[in-house]
C-alpha cells in the first residue's frame, strides 16, 4: 500500500476548555475518541502533518499520546505548543512554517491564515488550523483550515483537500496576476 498524506490541526489533547465546543463530558473520553477518529484513518507508514495545538497535557501523558497516534507525524508549532519543544525528536520534522509539496501540488502550512502566501499566485495552496471553523471558507482563494473541528474530528486526506480546492476560484489579492 502505498503512503497517503494527512493534515490536521488543533487536537488540543487535554484542554478541557474544548469540552465547551465537543460533544465530550470528559477530557479522557474526548482524547480517546481524536486518538481512535485519527488511527481509523492514518496508517503507520503515512505522512500526517498537524498544524499546531496540539497537546495541553503534561510531558508524560503527551508521550504516551503520541505514542498510540499512528503515521509520521511533521508539526507546526501552534500558539499553544511551546512545551512541544521538548518532544523535537518524536516528530518527522518540527517547525512554525513548512512549505511541502504533495505530488506536484505545492503547500504553505502554518498554524494561522494568511490573506496571501508564498507562490499563491503560481497555484500554492495555504493550509491553516487555530480558527476552529470560524473563518468563513473564502471560495476565491486556495486555502483551507484543515482544523480537527471543521472536519468530525478526523484528519483530512490530501484527496479531499484537492477536491475542496477543485471548487474554489483563485483570485489573487496582491499585485501578482
Known amino acids: 500500500m502505498s503512503e ?4 490536521t490541526s488543533d487536537t488540543h489533547f487535554g484542554h478541557a476548555r474544548m469540552l465547551d465546543f465537543r460533544p465530550f463530558d470528559t477530557v479522557e473520553e474526548m482524547d480517546s475518541e481524536l ?17 499546531g495545538d496540539f497537546s495541553f497535557h503534561n510531558r508524560e501523558k503527551t508521550a504516551e499520546i503520541l505514542d498510540q497516534l499512528a503515521g509520521q507525524i511533521h508539526l ?6 511551546k ?25 504553505v502550512l502554518l498554524h494561522y491564515a494568511m490573506r496571501t502566501w508564498d507562490m499563491a499566485h503560481h497555484g500554492s495552496w495555504h493550509l491553516y488550523g487555530h480558527s476552529h471553523g470560524n473563518l468563513e471558507d473564502d471560495p476565491n482563494a486556495l ?8 472536519n468530525n474530528l478526523y484528519p483530512y486526506p490530501f484527496w479531499e483537500i484537492q477536491n475542496r480546492m477543485a471548487k474554489k476560484t483563485f483570485v489573487p489579492v496582491d499585485h501578482h496576476v
Open 35 to 51: 486518538i481512535f477518529r485519527w488511527n481509523s484513518r492514518i496508517n503507520p507508514g503515512d505522512r500526517v502533518y498537524h498544524l
Open 4 to 7: 497517503m498524506v494527512f493534515f
Open 76 to 81: 507546526i508549532k501552534g500558539n499553544h505548543d
Open 143 to 150: 486555502s483551507m483550515d484543515v482544523g480537527v473541528d471543521t
Open 83 to 107: 512545551m512541544l519543544d521538548r518532544f523535537k525528536d518524536r516528530f518527522a520534522s518540527y517547525q512554525e512554517y513548512k512549505t511541502v509539496r504533495v505530488g506536484e501540488q505545492r503547500l
